[in-house]
């Protein structure tokens, strides 16, 4: 059967370096068919749907398509709206009276419950349309995938961040804490250890959300490295946790929750300025330094993952394809396959839709303060043949001459 009508993209949640990809491909695509009436982008995720804030990108030219697709960040803008029945009751109104038989919608996992209780009332209705999740962030903790679209170029960032982080430190050494965003994954965080090319490079240590986090044991780690290097390069998450599963900087923080239920983490440099306090403190080491990336991860331009391009950009056009070609919803999933390479796959909304995928217990070693090489042959591909590596001096040592 074939569905005539308008097609809707929107963009929901975090921006990320390659979420335009994913959109630019999804509307090229969408154009080659002549069912498709026109193609709207929806101005702030679902805020724009339910107020019919659209924009014809129909009539947009595929040179300025293909100028946004490599410009970082949501040229859609994006929302934090958590809809809940009601709130997707007036997404389907709207749908039905622009006789929308297309949605695609580019986010998370919560992006994914929308785009599941939308289509839900869709059937319930017997009104024939077509719903896609396509996949985004640089959380990259979506299930059934073996990486999320935005999460390479992010990771690509935090892992040339401490490559100088690093080199600083060895320069003038110190201890030095970089807190990265993840609020219950580690992937963003483990990425830094690309950053360990030489034996005595740091990070030395790495705490991610997937382990409890003892302030104790965190002072014996740090010890134990600054005495053997003279120096501690670390990477923390954001939403590392005590043995009752609170965020550690929960109750430093105070102020309200988000849609999501969720405390602000980022944006903050209190994590590190608590780690690197206690630190002074307890082992008496007085140069000690925090960064905290914050949303610089998220879009920094210039620093994007090749294969990341090329693969938001295919889940896009294969949203279009499943659901205007083959007529069938759900969520696209990346699946590696070879080294390297990838196959687009569609799974139900329901095994995306508000769940999380974590680490898997091979990325992590058995101390819970670094990653194994398990973790570095998994991200290693997804960085791009060009990711860029330091060097060190190797000529040896003039002999000296006064003897001092």
């Known amino acids: ?26 509307v090229l695509e969408s154009r080659k068919f002549p069912q498709v009436t026109k193609v709207y982008g929806a101005i702030n995720g679902v805020e724009g749907i339910i107020n019919e804030n659209f924009i014809d990108l129909t009539q947009e030219t595929t040179h300025n398509l293909e100028a946004v697709a490599t410009t970082p960040s949501s040229a859609l803008f994006s929302t934090r709206d958590k809809p809940d029945e009601a709130y997707c009751k007036e997404i389907f109104k709207v749908f039905k009276a622009h006789n929308v038989r297309y949605f695609f919608y580019i986010g998370g996992n919560d992006s994914a419950d929308t785009v599941r209780i939308v289509n839900k009332q869709a059937e319930a209705s017997d009104y024939e349309f077509r719903a896609i999740h396509i996949p985004k ?39 030095h804490i970089g807190v990265v965003m993840g609020r219950n994954a580690g992937f963003l965080t483990a990425a830094s250890s690309i950053a360990q090319k030489y034996p005595d490079d740091g990070p030395h240590l790495i705490y991610l959300p997937e382990r409890v986090f003892c302030f104790d044991k965190f002072l014996t780690d740090v010890k134990k490295v600054y005495d053997k290097y003279g120096r501690c390069m670390i990477a923390v998450s954001e939403g590392i946790k005590d043995k009752n599963g609170s ?3 929960a109750e430093y923080l105070k102020g309200e929750v988000d849609a999501h239920g969720n405390r602000q983490l980022s944006g903050t440099g209190l994590l590190g300025d608590i780690l690197a306090g206690e630190i002074k403190t307890k082992l008496g080491i007085q140069r000690v330094r925090s960064d905290t990336l914050g949303y610089m991860q998220r879009s920094f331009f ?3 993952s090749s294969v ?8 896009g056009e294969k949203a279009a394809q499943f659901a205007i070609w083959h007529n069938i919803d759900g969520s696209i999933t990346i699946n590696r396959t070879g ?33 194994t090489d398990a973790f570095k042959h998994y ?15 190797r000529a040896p040592r003039a002999e000296k001459i006064l003897k001092r």
């Open 302 to 304: 210039g620093c994007v």
């Open 308 to 315: 990341d391009q090329h693969e938001a950009r295919e889940v």
């Open 137 to 175: 962030t640089i959380d990259n903790d979506l299930m059934m995938n073996d990486h999320t679209p935005g999460y390479p170029s992010a990771a690509r960032f935090v892992a040339q961040a401490f490559i100088g982080l690093n080199l600083d430190n060895r320069a003038l050494p110190g201890v």
């Open 247 to 249: 965020p550690i900087i």
């Open 1 to 26: 059967m074939v569905l005539e009508g308008k097609v809707v993209v929107a963009q929901g949640g975090g921006p990320t370096a390659v979420i335009n990809q994913s959109l630019v491909g999804a």
């Open 379 to 393: 991200l290693q591909p997804l960085l791009g043949c060009d990711m860029p590596q330091a060097s060190m001096l």
């Open 339 to 371: 080294n390297y390479s990838v196959e687009y796959k569609m799974t139900a909304l329901e095994n995306i839709a508000a769940n999380t995928r974590l680490m898997p217990d091979e990325f992590i070693n058995k101390e819970g303060n670094n990653v």
